[in-house]
T-cell receptor
């Protein structure tokens, strides 16, 4: 079935380090791909998305490119800040009306000052 | 910026009691959803709702669960007889009108604790 696999955490980095969180997917058809972020004590916020192959989603310095050939959507940021500490969820949606989102298990990111 | 709102933020109930979780989706959205996240686990889809009927539901969404859009703004999730394992964070979401209906926006969640 359709699924999302992302690297397990927790991931701990120093401020200004380079971040990569790996995400791969399995899907029938051509999904839309998302990264959601959950800050401590808060709900899910859409961070970025890509709806077709080779699209790059970007927001707040984060980027992810939809790679159909490797079925991946890795999240990257060039220089992380303490305020980026959160849980990051990779997710997919099959492009259809009222389609559910399938989430990965989440990766907890902690940034040291 | 428009956002999805949910009430209450926290709810504590006794096993066997009924609870109703409330959501106000973004005003021009047409598709509505409920998800849940058991502590420390992944976010799981429960149900989607469009045009006043359920579009899809997961195996979690059994006869104890129901959804309703009682008026033009609210979207509710009812659990008729809560069980201990219903303790979770419940998220409501709504999505853009076509052609961007794949993008869902989530509310802040209701943390339900069943004792």
């Amino acid at each position: 079935g359709d699924s999302v696999t992302q690297m397990e955490g927790p991931v701990t980095l120093s401020e200004e380090a380079f971040l990569t969180i790996n995400c791969t997917y399995t899907a029938t058809g051509y999904p839309s791909l998302f990264w959601y972020v959950q800050y401590p004590g808060e709900g899910l916020q859409l961070l970025l998305k890509a709806t077709k192959a080779d699209d790059k989603g970007s927001n707040k310095g984060f980027e992810a490119t939809y790679r159909k050939e490797t079925t991946s959507f890795h999240l990257e940021k060039g220089s992380v800040q303490v305020s980026d500490s959160a849980v990051y969820f990779c997710a997919l949606s099959l492009y259809s009306s009222a389609s559910k989102i399938i989430f990965g298990s989440g990766t907890r990111l902690s940034i040291r000052p | 910026e428009p956002e999805v709102t949910q009430t209450p933020s926290h709810q504590v109930t006794q096993m066997g009691q009924e609870v109703i979780l409330r959501c106000v989706p973004i005003s021009n959205h047409l598709y509505f959803y409920w998800y849940r996240q058991i502590l420390g686990q992944k976010v799981e889809f429960l149900v989607s709702f469009y045009n006043n009927e359920i579009s899809e539901k997961s195996e979690i969404f059994d006869d104890q669960f129901s959804v309703e859009r009682p008026d033009g703004s609210n979207f509710t999730l009812k659990i008729r007889s809560t069980k201990l394992e219903d303790s979770a964070m419940y998220f409501c979401a709504s999505s853009d009108p076509p052609p961007s209906q794949e993008t869902q926006y989530f509310g802040p969640g209701t943390r339900l604790l069943v004792l």
